[in-house]
């Protein structure tokens, strides 16, 4: 199912899909200065959760962060703790 509206003056369409990841890794890393630093340079960030756009927040040792692989041209993303353990990966 398409959504469309009108945005800005822009037609934005949205799909409406669902993804089943194919594999993930537990505290994959730590969300920290070091981190943010090595990715500042790419075009992906990597600085929200690819689940539920939670911005990951550095403070301390920073926040912990898993990474996730979807297939279908998606690739790796990170995800916070909550949506890494709601997700069902592929068997």
Known sequence: MLTKTIE???LRV???K???PAWGKENFSNYNEQF???RSGMKDKMNRCYC???PF???GEGENVN???FNYGIG???VCDDCFTELKFEQ
Do not use: F, M, P, Y
Request: some cysteine; aromatic content about 4%.
């Open 52 to 54: 539920c756009d939670w």
């Open 18 to 20: 669902t993804i089943t």
């Open 57 to 59: 927040q550095i403070s």
């Open 8 to 10: 800005n003056g822009k």
């Open 76 to 78: 790796n993303k990170l």
């Open 67 to 69: 990474l996730v692989h």
């Open 36 to 38: 943010k630093k090595a």
């Open 14 to 16: 949205v799909e409406d």
